[in-house]
């Protein structure tokens, strides 16, 4: 986290600002409204494990509602009817809005929208908005959705909703791992990146279950409630503690932020200029009520042309760094990968191995391997001392050695066999999680960790795990048709 110590150089700006504020009464108001964002020591509720364990139950909430949708007591089944008429209700979203399998599949996957749009948008904010509120604005927007879906009267409605619990996440994703790199002990600092994203694997897989047995003993409306009452408390969290500061943000930037919309605003409330007529003194000139609205409005734009400029100067940065590229590379094809065997592994595995329970099996090894893994490869990384060279040679090892495996387990015929490499290779693809992400936090200025982290996840989205499952599909379609040829 960025130094809390106040220097000599800062202590001289404030009792500057002071003597300002003496002499020129309108400018206080515009100091109190900066204030808020100088934070000169750590909020009293603030310990870092206290912080790592509300950011771990905030993130598994996130990726319970990714298994809740999914799960069948939820999503449920479409009505089906037999060649004699004989009809069988539906059940979940699917049985009461009548779904088709594409509005199905479109309904699972509306959450990516707003999370790829979102989540640069947030990133971009942190510069001139406290990250910690931000966080706070993300969760009450999923806290909303959630609820929205459980009160969901279409399918349109209900996709709507979707989307925004994506704008909701896309807040968190960004900022939460640089919260946790800034405070983290430094011995120890991939270690709790793992912890963090152990809490993937064990959210989908408590989805599951929750999302199951709520369906099949409540409604299916009844679980996205409850995640929105699981959530709330944080969303509430986020606004009313005292907020932290992220390294690469210091008070003094934040102050700068300030823009010209908010200075202009601030001295027109501070003169309730809505009930003045006629000339508005501002900065000693006489200004009438209608210039200044024009002014704001100038200024407002000007503001998101600067935004917009500021974005696409930070993005060349991120693209001209070969490190950030190699690493985003990399975990687009991890990605791309590892979507392909969640999606047809259990198929292969039902056809190959004729397993009765492939969904179950799959869905447990993933989740087991997810879970030790993941912590496995973040313990390793700090026991190496953490480096962006060790994190690369980790990276490198553990994702040759668990592809091999994985590979030679579709290779055998014994299901035992299978079984132990299946399970070996998904434990070395799972060390990767923690040191990738180390690599994108500490291969950029501290100040551009947000964005990195962004544009990390719109990455391996849009060209890892989304298009990997329907393009494995076409290849085998083809393989086969050239097979029966």
Request: net charge neutral.
């Amino acid at each position: 986290m960025a130094s809390l110590s106040s220097t000599p150089s800062m202590e001289e700006e404030k009792e500057g600002s002071v003597s300002v504020q003496q002499s020129n009464p309108q400018s206080q108001h515009i100091a109190a409204s900066s204030s808020t964002m100088d934070l000169p020591s750590n909020p009293s509720w603030f310990t870092p494990k206290r912080l790592l364990f509300i950011f771990c139950v905030v993130n598994m909430i996130n990726y319970l509602d990714r298994g809740t949708i999914a799960s069948n007591g939820v999503n449920g089944k479409k009505r089906t009817c037999d060649d004699k008429g004989i009809c069988k209700s539906g059940s979940g979203i699917q049985g009461d809005f009548d779904l088709t399998n594409f509005q199905d599949g479109l309904l699972s996957s509306a959450f990516m929208v707003g999370l790829l749009v979102s989540s640069p948008v947030f990133a971009s904010l942190a510069k001139s908005h406290n990250p910690f509120r931000l966080i706070g604005v993300g969760l009450s927007v999923f806290t909303l959705a959630t609820a929205g879906c459980g009160a969901a009267p279409s399918f349109w409605f209900i996709a709507i909703c979707r989307m925004l619990v994506g704008v909701g996440e896309a807040s968190f994703i960004s900022l939460a791992a640089p919260f946790i790199d800034d405070n983290a002990p430094i011995s120890q600092k991939t270690a709790w990146l793992a912890v963090f994203y152990m809490c993937i694997p064990t959210g989908i897989a408590f989805g599951y279950v929750y999302g199951g047995l709520v369906g099949e003993h409540l409604n299916w409306r009844y679980a996205f409630w409850g995640e929105a009452l699981l959530m709330l408390p944080f969303a509430v969290f986020g606004f009313v503690v005292k907020p932290l500061q992220l390294k690469g943000f210091s008070s003094i930037e934040s102050e700068k932020a300030l823009t010209p919309m908010e200075t202009v605003s601030a001295v027109t409330d501070d003169l309730d200029a809505s009930k003045v007529k006629g000339p508005i003194l501002v900065g000693g000139d006489g200004i009438s009520a209608d210039e200044l609205n024009k002014t704001s409005k100038s200024l407002d734009i000007r503001n998101i042309l600067n935004r917009l400029s500021q974005f696409g100067k930070d993005m060349k940065v991120l693209l001209v760094d070969k490190v950030y590229v190699v690493n985003v590379l990399g975990y687009v094809a991890y990605t791309f990968v590892l979507g392909a065997y969640g999606y047809w592994g259990p198929k292969a595995g039902y056809n190959i191995y004729h397993m009765k329970s492939a969904d179950m099996l799959f869905g447990g090894i993933t989740v087991v391997c997810g879970i030790f893994g993941t912590i496995a490869g973040g313990f390793i990384l700090d026991h190496m001392s953490a480096t962006i060279n060790h994190a690369f040679i980790l990276l490198s090892g553990a994702t040759f050695l668990g592809a091999i495996s994985c590979f030679s387990a579709f290779c055998l015929r014994n299901l035992y066999g299978f079984l132990v490499l299946f399970a070996v290779g998904e434990l070395l693809l799972f060390a990767a999680q923690a040191p990738v992400n180390f690599v994108c936090l500490h291969c950029v200025k501290p100040s551009l960790r947000p964005l990195a982290m962004a544009m990390s996840t719109v990455s391996i989205h849009i060209f890892g795990d989304v298009p990997s499952s329907p393009l494995f599909g076409v290849v085998q379609v083809q393989l086969f048709t050239s097979e029966l040829v």
